[in-house]
């Protein structure tokens, strides 16, 4: 049996976008429970500079990438949900999509709808499956209602634009902020009911208002240092506090005392304990297959970058350069 070699992206050490480096490596055959893969598209994600970064540090060296789409060129012993010539796509660990070619895990490859294109797929699933879990099953204990306001930061980003579509889908009233007036102008294109610029106003004070006081019932906040306080201060009485994200710097430790005059809620989730296990993915995945083949959802490739140009699509992506969602070409 041959052994192919495929074009991949590694970093050898933590550090800015020149530590990644494009290999070439054997790919190997799959084993039990595994595949082999060739890759259309590669999406791009904020977690890929954590890892890179060191942020979240694993083991070194690491191909980066958790999300692909492509088509499944051979099966491993006991894999019985896949077959040769299928279209595929995935948001996974272990780490590793930045390549042609890879063997991986097949439990959370799911078949790719035929109506949505490699590009489209790679674009979306592993940003679609955070915004349905975090919309339809990270929920305040009351649950969340059609008129219901939500806060959701970087709405205009990759995560952000399918959930501005989304809740909207829902009758959710979701509050957007991004970083610039033509950012806020995309949430609302996109379903935000309103759109703050945070670099410019006072976000805590623009929710008071909208809401007439109130305040939302629950607050999706990926950016972490920057935006921590002012989301507590947005939040109602028993209001739910989803911290998934640190695009500004980690959460500084947290005095549970400041929950206490609202009784808040807080948690920190990830996708891959919500989309656990092959039933569990399955489930999310044809959930977000349904709204995007629904056209209640649009997937927006804002940008594309060569796989060897993909020092170029990390500085973009940190710069907040971006909207929507990248992804890396073959
Ligand atoms: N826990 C989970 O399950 C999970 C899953 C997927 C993604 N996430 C998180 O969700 C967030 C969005 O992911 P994504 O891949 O779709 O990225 P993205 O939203 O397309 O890009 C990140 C955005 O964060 C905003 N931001 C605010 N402060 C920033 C700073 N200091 N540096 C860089 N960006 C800053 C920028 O938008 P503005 O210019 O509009 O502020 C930027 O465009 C990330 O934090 C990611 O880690 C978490």
Request: net charge negative; aromatic share 6%; glycine share 10%.
């Amino acid at each position: 049996m041959t052994t192919a070699t495929s074009k991949a992206i590694q970093i050898t050490h933590h550090g800015d976008p020149e530590v990644l480096q494009l290999v070439q490596r054997d790919v190997g055959q799959p084993g039990a429970g595994e595949i082999l893969l060739r890759h259309h598209a590669i999406g791009l994600n904020f977690i890929d500079v954590y890892q890179r970064s060191g942020l979240y540090a694993l083991p070194l060296p690491l191909q980066l990438g958790m999300e692909g789409a492509g088509v499944v060129e051979a099966v491993g012993d006991g894999v019985t949900h896949l077959q040769v010539g299928d279209r595929v796509v995935y948001a996974s660990n272990p780490p590793g999509s930045y390549c042609e070619r890879r063997v991986m895990p097949a439990a959370q490859v799911c078949r790719l709808p035929d109506s949505i294109s490699f590009e489209t797929g790679a674009a979306m699933m592993l940003k679609g499956l955070t915004a349905q879990y975090l919309l339809k099953q990270c929920l305040p204990a009351q649950g969340l209602q059609p008129g219901d306001h939500v806060l959701f930061h970087a709405a205009a980003g990759g995560v952000g634009l399918i959930a501005c579509q989304w809740a909207r889908a829902l009758g959710l009233q979701l509050i957007a902020t991004a970083g610039s007036d033509e950012k806020c102008q995309l949430a609302l294109a996109n379903g935000a009911s309103h759109a703050i610029n945070y670099r410019s106003q006072d976000f805590a004070a623009e929710v008071q208002s909208i809401t007439g006081g109130q305040g939302v019932k629950v607050v999706y906040d990926s950016v972490g240092k920057d935006t921590w306080e002012g989301s507590l201060a947005c939040l109602r009485r028993f209001g739910l506090m989803v911290s998934f994200g640190n695009a500004s710097g980690p959460v500084p430790p947290i005095s549970l005392a400041a929950l206490a005059p609202k009784g808040l809620y807080v948690t920190r989730p990830s996708v891959f304990v919500y989309a656990h296990g092959r039933d569990a993915t399955q489930a999310m995945a044809d959930d977000l297959f349904e709204v995007v083949a629904s056209g209640k959802v649009q997937i927006h490739v804002a940008q594309r970058y060569a796989l060897e140009e993909v020092r170029a699509a990390h500085e973009a992506l940190e710069a907040r350069q971006t909207t929507g969602s990248t992804i890396l070409t073959l």
